[in-house]
């Protein structure tokens, strides 16, 4: 197996699918075209061997037993938190929390940091685009007292309608004073990059604590903790080209101290009597019971691999791919979602062909082999602000071509003469 950084440095897209084994595969009898990286990646060959490495030579619980395969994969998992650290420039590998992604790391902030600061009088504020893992940990704390929850209530930035953050709303939303700001940096639906840097500093100047989900901007770009001064990141390891089953929320340190245990059980404790217990220090003090050592481990391989790739050239490639599919689609008369310029929304194109559902589309592009996303996307109000029930959504990553867009377009081709003959 070649090294990651081989393949990479000039994004080499051949020498980079060589790397991943189900990319050589048939769909249908055709050709595989994998374009559904925003629901999750394929993993190159090197995280399938650190999965199976893990197992045939280290596999044992972590931050328990002292023998010798113990103290492996111990070390394997640490140097793992360690590596995601580095990636993304957190301060320290303590600074994160393991989780199974995003999804759980918003959970984990609005459970472990939201019931003890937030009360009945917040405001939570989200966005209009926020995927419903950003959206149902809110909800289930604005829920009343009576009812489990704490009575707060959520405000909304809204969008304008090329599909971005409205700036200036969201300007006097934060003025207004909410307690914390949960936001995307990046939509799976639109594509949008939000400028993650200005929202975070609005919402510093007054005294907003903010929680940015990283889960389809980590895997695609330099994202720098330090420099989005953001309180909280989350993001997962599948669609990064790691395993499904692991994903990290990076915690502003001045933050734990405001935040009770997650859950709690083995290894988040210091000291257990039968009626009380006290607890480690974070990051374990949110991680309680037995984590997906094996997942991290190959995580720590995966970003190894994405590290190697110079990722300005991965961002670059994939705005290349995302122009030219918006073009082809405008040939055709499709209408697409989002920001019209392929800069700022690389990677994600989501569309509508008139008069054909989206789960049609995505059928009849499977039957030659083409995998795109039709529903809703986990963002039923967003698609209420679209003014549709779904969408079909082509999502490209580093090992998208240019000959795989124009297959797919070729297929929507296809999907309009179809409908039209019938
Ligand atoms: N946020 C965004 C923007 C996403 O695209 C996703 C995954 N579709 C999630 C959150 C949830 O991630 P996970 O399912 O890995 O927890």
Redesign the pocket.
């Known amino acids: 197996m070649r090294s990651a950084s081989a393949a990479a440095a000039t994004l080499d897209v051949a020498a980079i699918r060589a790397d991943f084994p189900i990319l050589a595969t048939t769909a249908r009898g055709a050709p595989l075209v994998y374009l559904d990286s925003?629901?999750t990646s394929q993993k190159p060959q090197c995280v399938i061997d650190a999965l199976t490495s893990y197992y045939t030579t280290s596999n044992a619980n972590v931050h328990r037993s002292v023998h010798y395969l113990a103290e492996r994969a111990t070390m394997a998992f640490e140097e793992a938190r360690a590596r995601v650290a580095a990636f993304v420039n957190a301060p320290a590998a303590e600074n994160v929390v393991w989780v199974r992604?995003?999804?759980?790391a918003v959970n984990l902030v609005a459970t472990s940091w939201g019931r003890r600061n937030l009360a009945a009088g917040d405001t939570v504020l989200l966005t209009e685009m926020e995927?419903h893992?950003?959206l149902v940990p809110w909800h289930m704390l604005a829920k009343s007292p009576d009812e489990g929850g704490l009575g707060i209530a959520l405000d909304f930035v809204p969008l304008t309608d090329d599909g971005q953050l409205d700036m200036d709303v969201a300007a006097e939303k934060l003025a207004a004073g909410p307690r914390l700001f949960g936001f995307?940096a990046?939509?799976?639906v639109l594509g949008t990059e939000n400028d993650v840097v200005r929202l975070c500093a609005t919402a510093r100047e007054h005294g907003v604590v903010t929680l940015v989900?990283g889960?389809?901007s980590v895997p695609h770009g330099a994202v720098d903790f330090a420099a989005l001064g953001c309180d909280f990141l989350a993001f997962?390891a599948?669609?990064a080209l790691g395993p499904m089953g692991a994903?990290a929320l990076v915690v502003n340190a001045d933050r734990y101290a405001e935040m009770d245990p997650y859950q709690g059980g083995g290894e988040m404790i210091m000291r257990v009597k039968l009626a009380t217990s006290t607890y480690m220090d974070p990051p374990l003090r949110f991680e309680a019971g037995t984590p997906s050592a094996g997942d991290v481990i190959a995580f720590h391989t995966a970003l190894d691999y994405l590290a190697g790739c110079d990722l300005a050239a991965v961002h670059e490639h994939e705005t290349r791919l995302t122009r030219l599919a918006l073009d082809l689609l405008a040939e055709l008369g499709v209408r697409t979602f989002g920001p019209a310029d392929a800069a700022q929304r690389a990677g994600i194109v989501s569309f509508d062909v008139p008069g054909v559902h989206p789960h049609d589309v995505s059928t009849l592009l499977d039957g030659r082999g083409i995998a795109v996303r039709a529903g809703h996307h986990?963002c039923q109000p967003l698609m209420r602000r679209l003014g549709v029930i779904a969408t079909s959504r082509a999502s490209f990553y580093l090992y998208n071509t240019e000959d795989e867009v124009r297959r797919f377009a070729d297929g929507v081709r296809h999907v309009q003469e179809y409908f039209r003959r019938r």
């Open positions: 925003a629901a992604g995003t999804t759980e995927h893992s950003n995307t990046k939509s799976n989900d889960a389809q997962s599948h669609k994903g986990c």
